[in-house]
DNA sequence: GATAATCCTGAACTTTCGTTCAGTATCTTA
DNA sequence: TAAGATACTGAACGAAAGTTCAGGATTATC
């Protein structure tokens, strides 16, 4: 690889990171170009230099935030014997990337905006399913094994995510061990109230 | 009272409620004042003749929703027998009230926003103290009679906090029936989550 | 080493949005 | 009914933010 393109990489890496950050900080309309450029350093030219718009730089961390966290959920979720480890494993990893599933604060706001084009109300709508389908999936695998009392899972999906947006959002201004913690107790709960016996497995700590 | 005045305060009314309802829909920033203006009919001017500006009329709303809101809740608290059928009331008048406790989407955005005065800043934190004690005071109820495990009740209080902002995020785009059925199911977990027993009554329809 | 390609800068342009204000219409009061 | 108060309009202003671009710096290619 030569040294520009690696160099080309590293910023593009570098503009990236610091506008997720903020993204999920602030928030879509908040997060100013200007603030990008104040925490990578880059200038206002160098992010359009790299990126289509500012549409396109949130688009494209979209992408790739969900590709990497499915990537690292499949990486380790064999490892996991129960629905109810797999929940606490998926808590510890939106704590651990950034307090977040993709498609949070940032996303929702992005998706109410009115100036969205068709391509991003087309990946967002997708991600939203794919999202739900996720949370479908990991609730009927307890049900399956007997973990989970049998129900409306759909429901209990939307439940779910609701409980992991709101976890997010006021998560965002504390500690990651207090974020944590929160959430472990936040999937305690639910899995009391999914449960099919009144005593469910604690986490290994 | 006057014709003028009167006419006034229905104006102001009216501002007031379409403001609300784009501010809880589309969050502060994304909230412009031409949005505003075209679901009144008013002029802009006319906007800044009975608000002192987007930051005052916010605050004004907020101060107001909060007031109400306290004041629907106490006049309907003492009909509910249990804890759990006070979290069901607690659910039902979330939905009727804009799909809404006061201070959700818009208000959050508001609170991370850099550019807010002192006094907005006072009032939010106040009204955020308030928020998490009003469900630790419900979680404690449940304790104390019996109905719920003990534990840990502040951390308790920040779990359903998250699950009233998941769920008020994730149903903004649903119709209300919908929502009051994500809503009840979510109570329903919760309060099986934290149950003394294995078994909790369920809501009267 | 010269030329081309790539990376990057920062000032300037455009649009959006909050805010103001001079002026008009409607109502109250005396 | 005349004068003043109140309610309202909409054009204009200014600040903020997204975007563009001419040009400079650095690296690759020959």
């Known amino acids: 690889m030569n040294k520009k393109q690696l160099q080309s990489e590293q910023t593009r890496k570098r503009i990236g990171d610091a506008a997720r950050h903020l993204f999920v900080q602030k928030g879509y309309k908040a997060t100013s170009i200007e603030d990008i450029t104040a925490a990578?350093?880059?200038?206002?030219?160098?992010?359009?230099?790299?990126?289509?718009?500012?549409?396109?730089?949130?688009?494209?961390?979209?992408?790739?935030?969900?590709?990497?966290?499915?990537?690292?959920?499949?990486?380790?979720?064999?490892?996991?014997?129960?629905?109810?480890?797999?929940?606490?494993?998926?808590?510890?990893?939106?704590?651990?990337?950034?307090?977040?599933?993709?498609?949070?604060?940032?996303?929702?706001?992005?998706?109410?905006?009115?100036?969205?084009?068709?391509?991003?109300?087309?990946?967002?709508?997708?991600?939203?399913?794919?999202?739900?389908?996720?949370?479908?999936?990991?609730?009927?695998?307890?049900?399956?094994?007997?973990?989970?009392?049998s129900g409306d899972t759909a429901g209990l999906a939307l439940v779910l995510e609701a409980l992991v947006v709101g976890l997010s959002q006021i998560s965002r201004r504390s500690s990651t061990e207090q974020a944590l913690t929160t959430y472990r107790l936040a999937i305690e709960v639910f899995l009391h109230g999914v449960a099919e016996t009144a005593a469910v497995s604690e986490p290994e700590r």
């Not at 992408?63 to 064999?78: G, V």
């Not at 129960?82 to 990337?97: H, P």
């Open 40 to 149: 990578t350093g880059s200038s206002k030219g160098n992010i359009y230099y790299h990126f289509k718009s500012k549409e396109g730089l949130f688009l494209y961390l979209l992408d790739e935030w969900d590709r990497d966290w499915i990537a690292k959920w499949q990486e380790k979720e064999h490892r996991y014997a129960s629905a109810a480890e797999k929940m606490y494993g998926f808590a510890e990893q939106m704590v651990n990337e950034d307090l977040n599933h993709p498609l949070t604060k940032a996303a929702d706001e992005f998706f109410v905006g009115d100036d969205k084009t068709c391509e991003v109300e087309d990946r967002l709508a997708e991600m939203v399913a794919n999202h739900l389908a996720f949370n479908r999936a990991l609730i009927q695998e307890g049900i399956d094994s007997g973990e989970f009392r």
